[in-house]
């Protein structure tokens, strides 16, 4: 009956694994080329690549070593892996269709971020960031000193430099660090996170994460 009841809320409010997987879908196309920076122990590419016809071609970046062992000998998402920090790799112009940051760009300092993007630009058709709505204070965890929040970004942040922004995560004003619900129990807070989602999908500002996205 909870497996019931649970299918029937996640089609009226769906996850924001689920939004990000949709987002993804109508954004990346059949046989594209993805560069995922920094991509973590669990790369969220991983929702496309369990459907081989899509044929997606991926390389993952990320200097924390454990986090790219992890991708290689568990996940197995990427068709490629570079242990390396994401501002320093290069590649041809247009070499990827589309370029991800998914919670990551907060780790970067702002004029370091400011900087990389023509470059990204140049070697990626198409940009889809995630990242917590303005400053969210995180300090290290899973032993790795790169998981500090260094930024904090808004959605006038993502417009001025181009990006079409919305919101995802449901209200900001609901979670706090680590974007943890503080409405306990902590379900039951996840809960009125996700219904909270469409007020915000077309609001972003009142979100707590920002979804933006930018097409050359």
């Known amino acids: 009956m909870k497996k019931i009841i649970k299918s029937a809320f996640r089609k009226i409010y769906p996850s924001t694994d689920q939004i990000?997987?949709?987002?993804?879908?109508?954004?990346?196309?059949k046989g594209d080329k993805v560069l995922d920076l920094g991509c973590g122990p669990h790369s969220p590419i991983k929702m496309l690549k369990k459907e081989?016809?899509?044929?997606?071609?991926?390389?993952?970046?990320?200097?924390?070593?454990?986090?790219?062992?992890?991708?290689?000998?568990?996940?197995?998402?990427?068709?490629?892996?570079?242990?390396?920090?994401?501002?320093?790799?290069d590649f041809p112009e247009d070499s990827f269709d589309c370029a991800i940051m998914v919670d990551v760009v907060e780790h970067i300092k702002r004029e370091d971020f400011i900087t990389f993007l023509p470059k990204?630009?140049?070697?990626?058709?198409?940009?889809?960031?995630?990242?917590?709505?303005?400053?969210?204070?995180?300090?290290?965890?899973?032993?790795?000193?790169?998981?500090?929040?260094?930024?904090?970004?808004?959605?006038?942040?993502?417009?001025?430099?181009g990006f079409k922004c919305f919101g995802l995560s449901g209200l900001k004003a609901l979670r706090k660090e680590l974007w943890i619900p503080k409405i306990k129990p902590i379900t039951i807070g996840g809960m009125i996170c996700d219904m909270s989602q469409p007020i915000v999908y077309n609001n972003p500002k009142n979100a707590y994460h920002i979804v933006a996205i930018k097409n050359r």
């Open 120 to 161: 990204l630009e140049r070697i990626a058709k198409k940009i889809i960031i995630i990242t917590p709505n303005d400053f969210v204070e995180q300090d290290t965890y899973d032993e790795n000193i790169y998981q500090r929040h260094l930024s904090g970004w808004t959605v006038k942040d993502f417009t001025d430099l």
């Open 52 to 89: 081989p016809d899509l044929e997606l071609y991926s390389v993952g970046v990320d200097i924390f070593h454990p986090y790219i062992q992890n991708n290689i000998d568990v996940e197995k998402i990427h068709t490629k892996y570079i242990e390396q920090d994401i501002l320093t790799v």
């Open 20 to 29: 990000i997987e949709k987002i993804f879908r109508q954004e990346i196309k």
